[in-house]
């Protein structure tokens, strides 16, 4: 196999890998932020 | 300085009733040589290789004994009774120099013992002590903060060796590359890399230990 | 130290463990001649307030002041002035009575002690075992060798944590009159849960209380 | 972060695969047909060496105002540092056996990614023995910034002692490989565009951990007041 196409899966699955734990974490971070206004806490959000 | 010094007395002293530390220390150093002697058998070793058992053996040998000095405080709960009348760094200072003298003790025990059994031969005896002298103060010093560190952890024995590996390893490769070289060459100034990186490590090493023992120390 | 007047101050000291809030807004002051005891229920932090107010633990927020005759002492000379008992506090069990003396006081400075150290070990019922290694002690002994090494100094602040701990009836008289000695011209602090011992302080702080 | 900057950056990751497979020419005498892992292998390296610094930075913060939120950005700096030298070296590594032979040859590139290794799997241990909370956070941001000093050393005192097989084309200006003008900009595009997506990972775990935390010190007053 041509040496080149290896490099870029690797970078493909590694980049696939980042992206899918930023969704993870923005999902995380958007239920947080709910949780926190259903408490009125959004003052101390500063 | 009058702390320091009674620090390490009042460790002394202790240690002298108990012989607990250099007890660990010298009964490893012993088996471990005998270990490497009985495994390595009539092969000699080269100086490269020699010198880096040498070391081993001094680092792992340390580590059985180093941390024994804060732990013994922790254990006993007699490190609120000192903490009351001592300042942190004269507590530092004077557990780093328990240190320094297990270090030397088990140096002048493994060092001979060493040499007749491996066959090391070492051509500039300079070198090699100076070597020794200045790596003291490298080990001690770091064995001693990362020792404070462990000691207020809940598990102690092998987190030591973990945490202070990481950081002793500028010490360990410096003075292997050191120690090869006082077995190949008689002139000071081909060490001179090795011995400045080991000294200056051993002073930043106990600047930040004593700046940093504060956070340790103190709840 | 003669006619020094010592002041002792806590400035609204809060102590959180993590986020576990322990101490809040502690504040008094107390000076030379009187005593002032901390009273609460199991866990609410007397020891915590105890540590705190001999530098053995540092407070979230607030402060400790030290004064002689309103000169403020420095953090780090603060261990010359005070004594602290407390059944956190050990001894080194190796070495003997007179070892643990010997370092406990030429740590705080102090030359000639020895006749201050045999009129204590007289009054403690200790002497004749000097030279005994501190692990053959009973508790009540090493508790009693602990206000040895906490009174050679004459501290100006003196704490005791339970005064009452391991000790027999002859041993709380004894410590009873040091104490009483203590808050004629000197600061005790006691933290307790004895009503008794209440009644020797002058200030009573609780904690742990709503 | 903004819409705009996701295009950006979207568009930057895109154009640098590009840049790097077909733009830039191949460097002919020691990388060959590897030049292309090159623009790849060397931004998460340097990644990990960020984050531990960026560690090492909390950890002061957290000894010097006892926030413990400070702590956090410390741990969550140190989970993606590890996370990042983990990478670094399986992919060094196998690059290791097709161009030198063999998977590890302790180069002094690789001494100092198994060091920073061990640090960052020494300073997880060290917290995983420590329970109360306060402590842990004390005795972690003394261990990093401990383990921070001794960076020099490794930077400085091993190369001198073990000579290298990488090669050397940015550090070392006279040195053996010489970069082209295309290669140097897909390199550095690349290294910035990275930098900028890893650290906004890493602002992300960090609004998740303040909010976790806000949260975590609501419902505890709550109780207390109770």
């Known amino acids: 196999m041509n040496p080149e196409y290896v490099v870029m899966i690797v970078n493909l699955v590694i980049w696939t890998g980042i992206f899918l734990y930023l969704w993870r974490t923005d999902k995380a971070i958007k239920k947080l932020k709910q949780e926190i206004e259903e408490l009125h806490l959004t003052e101390k959000l500063d | 300085m009058k702390q320091i010094w009674l620090i390490f007395l009042k460790d002394i002293q202790q240690e002298f009733k108990t012989r607990y530390a250099i007890n660990a220390i010298m009964l490893f150093a012993i088996v471990t040589l005998s270990a490497v002697s009985f495994s390595i058998g009539a092969y000699t070793a080269t100086t490269r290789v020699l010198a880096a058992l040498f070391w081993i053996i001094l680092f792992f040998s340390s580590m059985s004994g180093l941390s024994h000095i804060f732990i013994r405080e922790e254990e006993t709960q007699t490190a609120d009774t000192l903490k009351l009348v001592a300042r942190p760094s004269s507590i530092y200072l004077g557990k780093f120099f328990f240190n320094l003298v297990l270090l030397v003790l088990l140096e002048v025990i493994l060092i001979p013992l060493f040499i007749a059994i491996m066959n090391f031969k070492v051509v500039s005896f300079q070198i090699f002590l100076l070597t020794m002298f200045i790596g003291n103060f490298g080990l001690a010093g770091g064995g001693t903060m990362v020792a404070a560190i462990i000691s207020k952890a809940s598990t102690k024995g092998a987190l030591f060796t973990v945490l202070s590996f990481p950081i002793l390893l500028p010490v360990l490769i410096s003075g292997i590359s050191a120690t090869r070289k006082a077995a190949e060459s008689v002139k000071l100034m081909d060490a001179q890399n090795e011995l400045q990186a080991l000294l200056a490590y051993g002073i930043i090493i106990i600047v930040a230990s004593i700046l940093l023992f504060d956070f340790v120390w103190n709840e | ?210 | 972060m903004s819409k705009l900057w996701k295009i950006i950056l979207y568009t930057g990751l895109a154009l640098i695969i590009v840049g790097a497979f077909v733009w830039a020419p191949l460097e002919p005498k020691i990388l060959k047909e590897y030049t292309r892992i090159f623009y790849f292998h060397v931004p998460v390296a340097w990644i990990c060496v960020l984050f531990f610094l960026i560690a090492a930075y909390y950890s002061f913060q957290f000894l010097r105002t006892k926030d413990l939120l400070y702590d956090a950005y410390a741990k969550i700096s140190n989970e993606l540092g590890i996370l990042f030298a983990i990478l670094a070296t399986v992919t060094g590594s196998i690059w290791a056996k097709v161009t030198w032979g063999s998977f590890w040859n302790w180069d002094p590139r690789e001494t100092s990614i198994f060091i920073l290794l061990l640090i960052y799997g020494a300073y997880f241990s060290l917290r995983s023995a420590v329970e109360q909370e306060d402590r842990r956070a004390r005795l972690a941001a003394v261990y990093s910034l401990l383990a921070f000093v001794t960076v020099p050393f490794f930077v400085f005192v091993v190369p001198r002692i073990y000579f290298s097989l990488h090669p050397d084309p940015v550090i070392n200006t006279q040195g053996k490989i010489h970069l082209e003008l295309r290669q140097r900009v897909v390199f550095f595009s690349s290294l910035i565009f990275h930098t900028v997506l890893y650290l906004w990972l890493f602002q992300m775990r960090k609004t998740q951990v303040k909010l976790q935390m806000i949260l975590r010190l609501y419902k505890e007053n709550k109780m207390l007041e109770e």
């Open chain 3, 1 to 210: 130290m003669l006619n020094a007047k010592m002041e002792l101050i806590a400035e609204k000291i809060v102590k959180r463990f993590g986020h576990f809030l322990v101490l809040k807004n502690i504040s008094f002051k107390v000076s030379s001649g009187s005593a002032i005891a901390i009273t609460g229920p199991n866990g609410s932090g007397k020891t915590t307030l105890v540590k705190i107010l001999c530098n053995l633990m540092a407070p979230t927020r607030g402060q400790v002041v030290y004064q002689n005759n309103s000169q403020k002492i420095n953090r780090e000379d603060i261990f010359q002035y005070i004594g602290l008992v407390g059944p956190y506090l050990q001894l080194y069990q190796e070495l003997s009575a007179q070892e643990n003396i010997d370092f406990f006081a030429r740590m705080r400075n102090l030359k000639n002690y020895s006749a201050r150290v045999k009129q204590l070990m007289e009054l403690f019922n200790l002497s004749g075992r000097e030279h005994d290694a501190v692990k053959t002690y009973s508790s009540g002994m090493q508790q009693r060798l602990k206000y040895v090494c906490a009174l050679i100094h004459e501290p100006e602040v003196l704490f005791v944590d339970e005064p009452r701990s391991n000790l027999d009836q002859a041993g709380i008289e004894v410590v009873y009159s040091i104490l009483q000695e203590q808050k004629k011209d000197k600061i005790l602090v006691i933290s307790t849960n004895d009503q008794e011992d209440l009644t020797l302080a002058d200030q009573i702080i609780r904690v742990g209380v709503a």
